[in-house]
């Protein structure tokens, strides 16, 4: 009997498994950035991520907007493909499924963190992401916080930086090639 406790004592205690994204970039960067999902955090959204990357809906989505010192912004779906979107309205898409509501924490937003891009609506997320290249307060409690960087922050940092205040990207921006999830 207490060989059985033990046991289910050391299994109850054992930690969940984690969710990787793995993001291979291709572009100014060139490489694979590893992103660990906050389930506990904001499981709606790593849903959504999580099922948006097994579908291979990320494949080929670029980078449209990335502002130096701040984060790059990538995940829009509908518009942002580099063979057969709309460059134009890169960043204006998500995917065909509800937008979601706001699962805000306490995690705050460094370098590393990835965020889940919306509009003025807290409620609005949907298949669009952000990775901050430095820590960004004044997000805190503001976005909905959804992995962080465990490798490959070189391969963000390399990324081709957009201009003006919005940050677009201008000519060929970088481009998810490939989007993968591990369990």
Known sequence: MRNILAATLILAAAPALATE???DVAGEANGTITIDL???????HVERITTLARQGAYDGVVFHRVIDGFMAQTGDIEFGKLEGGDMSRAGMGGSDMP????????????AGTVGMARSNDPDSANSQFFINFAPAGHLNGQYTVVGQVTDGMDVLNAIKRGSGGNGAVVGQPDVMTTVTVAE
């Open 99 to 110: 937008d979601l509501p706001a699962e805000f924490s306490d995690r705050p937003f460094e």
């Open 21 to 23: 994204l793995k993001i």
């Open 38 to 44: 906050f389930e506990d955090v904001a499981p709606a």
